[in-house]
């Protein structure tokens, strides 16, 4: 049988999925709960549900696999906005059941988008990557500059040449 989990902190889904015998453990999944303009009820619980599904499974699942990391990024100075997406692959190696619940122990993937942190702790169970790294941090240095260059903007403004 597969694991059942429970993408909510409501008590009440928990003690309603207790009531009625079924196993299941409880991951947080923070989203963005504001509505949509023009959203009916309806379609904003509904999204909410399949946005805490699919951010409880991205938290998940990770355990010898290979997982897709998009970063976008924009620069606007009023006139033209220029932007790019960058795409990362991230290989894990497999995750026992103790190292995943001292790593969720650990409190660093609790605040993280994709549930680990690359630059911390994560990057233990990190067994390849194919992209950037620091896009997978948060943002993709290189694509950045490229994009504040467009602009007339030079990185390295605060370093003295030696």
């Given at each position: 049988m597969n694991p059942l989990y429970l993408a909510s902190g409501s008590p009440r889904r928990r003690e309603l999925l207790t009531q009625i015998g079924v196993p299941f453990s409880a991951i947080s999944?923070?989203?963005?709960?504001?509505?949509?303009?023009?959203?009916?009820?309806?379609?904003?619980?509904?999204?909410?549900?399949?946005?805490?599904?699919?951010?409880?499974?991205?938290?998940?699942a990770l355990s010898d696999r290979e997982h897709e990391v998009l970063t976008a990024i924009a620069v606007l100075d009023g006139q033209r906005c220029e932007s790019r997406v960058v795409r990362s692959l991230v290989r894990f190696r497999s995750i026992s059941r103790q190292e995943a619940a001292a790593y969720w122990a650990s409190g660093e993937p609790q605040d993280k988008a994709g549930g680990y942190g690359i630059q911390g702790l994560g990057a233990v169970f990190v067994a390849g990557l194919n992209g950037s790294y620091s896009a997978v941090v948060g943002l993709p240095v290189c694509e950045t500059a490229e994009l504040l260059g467009h602009f007339g903007i030079p990185c390295w403004q605060n370093l003295t040449v030696r």
């Amino acid at each position: 049988m597969n694991p059942l989990y429970l993408a909510s902190g409501s008590p009440r889904r928990r003690e309603l999925l207790t009531q009625i015998g079924v196993p299941f453990s409880a991951i947080s999944a923070d989203i963005d709960e504001t509505p949509l303009i023009d959203e009916s009820p309806a379609a904003y619980v509904e999204r909410l549900a399949r946005g805490k599904a699919e951010a409880g499974r991205a938290k998940l699942a990770l355990s010898d696999r290979e997982h897709e990391v998009l970063t976008a990024i924009a620069v606007l100075d009023g006139q033209r906005c220029e932007s790019r997406v960058v795409r990362s692959l991230v290989r894990f190696r497999s995750i026992s059941r103790q190292e995943a619940a001292a790593y969720w122990a650990s409190g660093e993937p609790q605040d993280k988008a994709g549930g680990y942190g690359i630059q911390g702790l994560g990057a233990v169970f990190v067994a390849g990557l194919n992209g950037s790294y620091s896009a997978v941090v948060g943002l993709p240095v290189c694509e950045t500059a490229e994009l504040l260059g467009h602009f007339g903007i030079p990185c390295w403004q605060n370093l003295t040449v030696r």
